[in-house]
């Protein structure tokens, strides 16, 4: 009951509604911003969306350190949890450390092919049942077009939702005349949906830069508020 309530509630389904009813499946959306922003937080909340909705997800981390990824999920949950039963709080957070998988690799000794690799067998042969997949610091300065390619057509195979998040880095400006980030021009064939965030007024904005075949409607009645963490609209 609690969890029906919180999927119904969350700010998500207005950006839901934007993609026309989501992602995706085959599909590969990006978070892309300046460090430090919130690019974790807003995969976080969606990763959390799906579990909600008893969906399992795999969270890919090409971080050092995967603690601080389990301590992201630990803050926003007694966030949105805040005030809210214990016992009922308790059993959903039992709930989704069972439907969570977090996995960690180092891209400049990971291939793209082994990691994608073992996902599927965490898929396949684990019988871990994720559709959607989430890819935190993978660094696309690093990357090619070839590696996301890969990505997206794993995906298509499998028939997985793929949330990337991509840190904007370098001397202004990042952002092309169309707002498309300078960084991220040569994987444009290979994402469906692009998202950057800014913040101003004490508040991280988001727009929705490219959305799929779709015209994408600019900026998004969607805030995410640093001191909590929380996306609001």
């Given at each position: 009951?609690?969890?029906?309530?919180?999927?119904?509630?969350?700010p998500l389904r207005i950006l839901e509604n934007a993609l026309q009813g989501g992602l995706g499946k085959g599909n590969i959306?990006?978070?892309?911003?300046?460090?430090?922003?919130?690019?974790?937080?807003?995969?976080?909340?969606?990763?959390?969306?799906?579990?909600?909705?008893?969906?399992?997800?795999?969270?890919?981390?090409?971080?050092?350190?995967?603690?601080?990824?389990?301590?992201?999920?630990?803050?926003?949950?007694?966030?949105?949890?805040?005030?809210?039963?214990?016992?009922?709080?308790?059993?959903?957070?039992?709930?989704?450390?069972?439907?969570?998988?977090?996995?960690?690799?180092?891209?400049?000794?990971?291939?793209?092919?082994?990691?994608?690799?073992?996902?599927?067998?965490?898929?396949?042969?684990?019988?871990?049942?994720?559709?959607?997949?989430?890819?935190?610091?993978?660094?696309?300065a690093a990357g090619t077009p070839e590696d996301l390619r890969k990505f997206r057509e794993f995906a298509g195979k499998l028939?997985?939702?793929?949330?990337?998040?991509?840190?904007?880095?370098?001397?202004?400006?990042?952002?092309?005349?169309?707002?498309?980030?300078?960084?991220?021009?040569?994987?444009?064939?290979?994402?469906?949906?692009?998202?950057?965030?800014?913040?101003?007024?004490?508040?991280?904005?988001?727009?929705?830069?490219?959305?799929?075949?779709?015209?994408?409607?600019?900026?998004l009645p969607l805030k995410l508020d640093p001191r909590t963490l929380l996306i609001a609209e």
């Amino acid at each position: 009951m609690v969890k029906t309530w919180l999927v119904k509630r969350s700010p998500l389904r207005i950006l839901e509604n934007a993609l026309q009813g989501g992602l995706g499946k085959g599909n590969i959306a990006v978070l892309a911003s300046r460090k430090g922003i919130g690019k974790t937080a807003c995969l976080v909340h969606i990763a959390l969306d799906r579990l909600f909705q008893d969906k399992p997800i795999i969270h890919v981390s090409y971080a050092s350190r995967v603690d601080y990824i389990i301590t992201w999920y630990e803050d926003i949950f007694k966030e949105i949890m805040k005030n809210r039963d214990a016992k009922a709080a308790a059993e959903i957070h039992d709930d989704l450390i069972r439907n969570r998988v977090i996995m960690n690799f180092k891209q400049d000794a990971a291939r793209t092919e082994r990691v994608l690799q073992s996902i599927e067998a965490m898929i396949t042969a684990g019988k871990f049942a994720a559709d959607t997949i989430i890819v935190d610091g993978y660094d696309f300065a690093a990357g090619t077009p070839e590696d996301l390619r890969k990505f997206r057509e794993f995906a298509g195979k499998l028939g997985l939702e793929l949330w990337f998040s991509a840190s904007l880095r370098g001397e202004e400006p990042i952002l092309d005349s169309k707002g498309f980030p300078l960084v991220l021009r040569p994987f444009l064939d290979e994402i469906s949906v692009l998202i950057t965030m800014v913040s101003r007024n004490d508040l991280v904005r988001l727009s929705l830069i490219k959305n799929k075949d779709a015209p994408a409607p600019g900026e998004l009645p969607l805030k995410l508020d640093p001191r909590t963490l929380l996306i609001a609209e």
